[in-house]
């Protein structure tokens, strides 16, 4: 069974990254063609990158590092479940990304957004990244927006009709988290 995080992409107090993150693992859990988990950044704890050899070679000096490592590698798919900070992702989750590398390597990846303007910029931001990291980013994306999908821009009220587009967001990832996996030594 394929197994697909869902990433709470950022760490600030009172973020609205964990209800929209639970919000999509809920939905998830109602399919049977993969195994969904949430995976918050916030229990990681990671400093600003602090690993004296790039991450590419795989030579993890820190403990927090390799308990990230340890997380990230089961996983054959990804969604990232990212805020809009000036137009680009967390600074929290670029740097989560940024530690590590083979974990991330031929696997599929899928977006949740949200701000002004559905979290769309940060997106982009993001899938420059995956093509660094060579992963599979599919086309379909939740794009919510934190004045029609967050109640006084507050308390998590997804219009009903992103559940359709979480699930055909699941559809592609988990179609190309499977065909890729011939490609990963495993
Ligand atoms: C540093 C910072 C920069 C932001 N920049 C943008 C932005 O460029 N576009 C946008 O739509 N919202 C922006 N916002 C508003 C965020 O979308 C909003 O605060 C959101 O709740 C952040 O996600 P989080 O609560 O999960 O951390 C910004 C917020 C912060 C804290």
């Not at 998830?28 to 050899?53: G, H, I, T, W």
């Given at each position: 069974?394929?197994?697909?995080?869902?990433?709470?992409?950022?760490?600030?107090?009172?973020?609205?990254?964990?209800?929209?993150?639970?919000?999509?693992?809920?939905?998830?859990?109602?399919?049977?063609?993969?195994?969904?988990?949430?995976?918050?950044?916030?229990?990681?704890?990671?400093?600003?990158?602090?690993?004296?050899?790039?991450p590419s070679q795989g030579k993890y000096a820190h403990a927090h590092t390799q308990a990230w490592s340890a997380k990230i590698d089961p996983f054959d798919a990804y969604i990232f479940v990212t805020p809009e900070y000036n137009h680009a992702t967390s600074g929290a989750l670029k740097n989560a990304i940024d530690y590590l590398y083979k974990e991330w390597n031929n696997k599929a990846a899928g977006f949740v957004g949200y701000g002004s303007a559905g979290g769309t910029r940060a997106v982009e931001n993001l899938r420059l990244i995956m093509g660094e990291l060579q992963v599979a980013d599919v086309r379909a994306q939740v794009a919510l927006s934190l004045s029609t999908d967050f109640e006084n821009y507050t308390v998590f009220k997804p219009a009903a009709r992103h559940e359709t587009t979480v699930n055909t967001l699941l559809d592609q990832v988990i179609a190309w988290g499977g065909a890729l996996k011939p490609l990963r030594k495993k």
């Open positions: 069974m394929l197994k697909v995080a869902i990433i709470v992409g950022s760490t600030r107090p009172g973020r609205k990254a964990a209800a929209v993150a639970q919000w999509v693992h809920d939905i998830a859990k109602k399919r049977s063609d993969a195994e969904f988990e949430v995976v918050d950044l916030q229990d990681f704890n990671l400093p600003l990158l602090d690993e004296p050899v790039p």
